[in-house]
């Protein structure tokens, strides 16, 4: 499908270990303040969780869990926005766009798009793929992973090694010509400032 490109975006993807994290509220109340062009990214979380567990019990295919975790960072999505309602919650770059030109943050809600996506259906394939193929998808000039534990190296192979991002995060990273990091919620107050700079 064809979606406008968002060169100016900068993607924030929330890990979703964050959900026990007692800086989430915080975290998303800044990301609320800073407004365009950031573009939040939800993890599975716990919700994600739940399907990794549900599959060897069920014997479900790796196709069916990798919708089911999709929907699973839909899930949390919502949540978030719940949590922070200026986030404004957008399905399609278009959304983010208009979101964008209002001077809002986006909260993508990746169940139509994700699903779509063309990456493989395996557990080696998470949130952190999804919101990097969003950036690759968008053009988009920035992409943070926020993570709860701290970082390990400065590679996106160094991260993958150290369980910090999933295992095909490299392989997409070599087509993403962006600025690419990983931060603890600190750093992440410290990155995304009141004054709406998120350069």
């Not at 270990?17 to 716990?46: H, N």
Request: with cysteine; hydrophobic share 50%; aromatic share 4%.
């Amino acid at each position: 499908m064809h979606q406008t490109p968002l060169p100016e975006a900068v993607i924030v993807k929330l890990g979703g270990s964050l959900a026990a994290a007692p800086g989430l509220a915080g975290l998303l109340a800044r990301l609320a303040e800073t407004g365009a062009p950031l573009v939040v990214v939800p993890g599975g979380g716990p919700l994600a969780d739940a399907v990794r567990d549900l599959q060897p019990r069920l014997s479900l295919s790796d196709r069916a869990c990798h919708h089911m975790a999709i929907l699973a960072m839909e899930s949390f999505a919502l949540a978030l926005g719940d949590l922070e309602p200026r986030l404004l919650p957008c399905t399609d770059a278009a959304a983010m766009a208009r979101a964008h030109a209002a001077g809002r943050a986006a909260l993508w809600l990746p169940a139509e798009m994700g699903r779509a996506a063309d990456l493989p259906a395996s557990w080696n394939v998470t949130s952190d793929s999804l919101a990097l193929w969003l950036a690759l998808h968008l053009g988009a000039r920035r992409l943070a992973f926020v993570k709860s534990a701290p970082s390990h190296g400065t590679a996106p192979g160094e991260w993958a090694a150290a369980g910090l991002v999933d295992p095909f995060v490299p392989t997409l990273a070599a087509r993403y010509a962006g600025r690419l990091e990983l931060l603890s919620v600190e750093e992440a107050l410290a990155a995304f400032p009141c004054n709406r700079s998120a350069a």
